[in-house]
């Protein structure tokens, strides 16, 4: 039962940590107090996340896979290009960046790689039915 004047939103515990990424570079930041929990470097201008109950992907030059809440490195992968774009749905992991696309499993196994020879080296948009990843290249 809830307290009077209290929504069910405010009883829930909040995640404990807020993921950033800032520059090629991802944070983790405790929620309550700011401070800084954990970093690395995915390096590059720019670092695209995505994050889960129990991952982060982080994607710059590098495509780190961290444990949530911790921050502890799981596997990481070298890209050979920026990511613009990162997409993670159905056990796959779509990177984007520089006119090419490579799909990696969620223990960070390259599966395949289109480098769209012909057609530049343009900002990507990734898209699958019910989430769409939009090139970001501002940074």
Do not use: N
Not at 11 to 33: K, M, Q, S
Not at 66 to 82: F, I, K, M, R, S
């Amino acid at each position: 039962m809830l307290e009077s004047g209290m929504s069910y939103r405010e009883t829930e515990a909040p995640a404990p940590v807020v993921v950033v990424a800032l520059g090629g570079h991802v944070f983790g930041l405790d929620r309550r107090t700011g401070a800084r929990l954990w970093e690395h470097e995915v390096g590059g201008r720019f670092a695209r996340i995505a994050v889960t109950a129990d991952r982060v992907l982080a994607a710059g030059v590098r495509l780190l896979c961290l444990e949530y809440p911790t921050g502890a490195v799981l596997w990481t992968a070298d890209l050979p290009w920026t990511a613009w774009t990162l997409l993670w749905s159905g056990g796959q992991i779509l990177v984007a960046g520089s006119g090419e696309v490579a799909c990696y499993s969620e223990l960070g196994e390259q599966l395949w790689h289109d480098g769209f020879r012909g057609y530049g080296l343009s900002a990507v948009a990734l898209g699958l039915p019910g989430v769409v990843a939009e090139a970001d290249v501002s940074g």
